[in-house]
Nanobody
């Protein structure tokens, strides 16, 4: 079983930056892929970025070149560095992993980008 706790959200002006963190419990953190999702009001939850256990990454087109996903397996923590933020990035951001067929989610952290 995995517990995920996000932090780092907040209010920022357009063009600003934030770094989200996702702390995971468990001794096998380095063995599974993880991802960041977001959900804006009235919209479906969407995948933003993923990182494999080996560090390979992939991003949704709308954040490519602005967001960077990374992980520190020594700290059981995943990060999302968000630069050049836009109002349309406003959403609740969730970290996620799937382990042995079960999906695990954090509680979410709110990111609000003002214009």
């Amino acid at each position: 079983q995995v517990q995920l706790v996000e932090s780092g959200g907040g209010l920022v002006q357009a063009g600003g930056s934030l770094r989200l963190s996702c702390a995971a419990s468990g001794r096998t953190f380095g063995t599974y892929a993880m991802g960041w999702y977001r959900q804006a009001p009235g919209k479906q939850r969407e995948l933003v970025a993923v990182i494999s256990s080996g560090g390979s990454t992939n991003y949704v087109d709308s954040v490519k070149g602005r967001f960077t996903i990374s992980r520190d397996n020594t700290k059981n923590t995943m990060y999302l560095q968000m630069n050049s933020l836009k109002p349309e990035d406003t959403a609740v951001y969730y970290c996620n992993t799937v382990l042995l067929g079960a999906a695990y989610w954090g509680q979410g952290t709110q990111v609000t980008v003002s214009s």
